[in-house]
């Protein structure tokens, strides 16, 4: 199904009247999808030029994050609170950035890895900079209305407690819709509410997971090769480690 709805657009893309078109894919699960050359061959069969790129971000954010969003969501039911045993569940490898350049490197296609910030949630420096490194314009309409939809610690611990008291009726088929919908609707409710504080990381939650990807992120600066010297690169690096913000 993905790959008829990717030629339509490929397809749409090649009848405009205009010398040049660029069409970008989202996917946040890429990092983990199965046969990757394959999904690279079918890319690279559709289009003249690939590009696949990927955002780093520090990994004590992307695993706080991650964990958030499967607390969010009705088809992650083991993740009904923010927690550290929520964290610890999602460091397995997830973030091995090494891992992620290695799968997506090969012959007649680029790969481009752009490092992320916490700052950018709050400014379009993320785009300024995918920008730079790839040479495609972002519309300003594309990220003028953009908005964090994070929720507070205390918001994910309501939405994880009403899943966790609809877990029972999961496994019954017309319950489940009834369920699905229940959440969503209290979800939708609680994601319009003024974001409270924010779940933040302990010291010892935090330095677990650097710990825990040490060696990976080195790999990883290993790989990156005379990339890692740019500015940009050298902040990353050096924010991995740098002591919490208060």
């Keep these: 199904v993905i790959e008829r709805r990717l030629e339509k657009i490929v397809a749409k893309a090649r009848r405009r009247n205009v010398p040049d078109v660029t069409v970008v894919l989202v996917a946040e699960a890429l990092n983990v999808a199965p046969f990757p050359d394959y999904i690279v061959k079918r890319l690279r069969q559709m289009s003249d030029k690939l590009e696949i790129v990927f955002f780093a971000r520090a990994q004590s954010a992307a695993v706080l994050s991650v964990t958030a969003h499967r607390v969010q969501s009705w088809i992650s039911p083991t993740f009904i609170r923010p927690d550290n045993d929520g964290i610890v569940r999602g ?15 090969g ?12 700052d950018d949630r709050k400014t379009d420096g993320l785009m300024a900079r995918f920008t730079r490194y790839t040479g495609i314009a972002v ?23 009403l899943k966790r008291k609809l877990s029972p009726v999961r496994s019954i088929p017309l319950l489940s ?4 919908w229940i959440f969503s609707a209290a979800r939708q409710r609680i994601q319009k509410e ?12 935090r330095r677990e997971i650097i710990e825990r990807y040490r060696e990976s992120n080195a790999r990883f600066k290993k790989l990156l090769g005379s990339a890692s010297r740019r500015d940009d690169w050298q902040r990353w690096f050096a924010e991995l480690d740098a002591p919490l913000k208060k």
Excluded: C, M
Aim: aromatic residues 10%; proline residues 5%.
């Design 139 to 161: 519309p300003q309409s594309a990220t003028a209305t953009l908005k964090n939809a994070s929720l507070g610690k205390d918001q994910l611990t309501r939405l994880g407690e």
């Design 194 to 205: 003024t974001q409270g504080p924010r779940w933040t990381l302990t010291a010892h939650e």
């Design 177 to 180: 819709s009834v369920a699905e």
């Design 107 to 118: 012959s007649g296609h680029t790969l481009t890895v752009i490092p992320y910030f916490e």
């Design 91 to 105: 460091t397995r490898k997830r973030f091995q950035y090494d891992a992620y350049v290695n799968r997506w490197s």
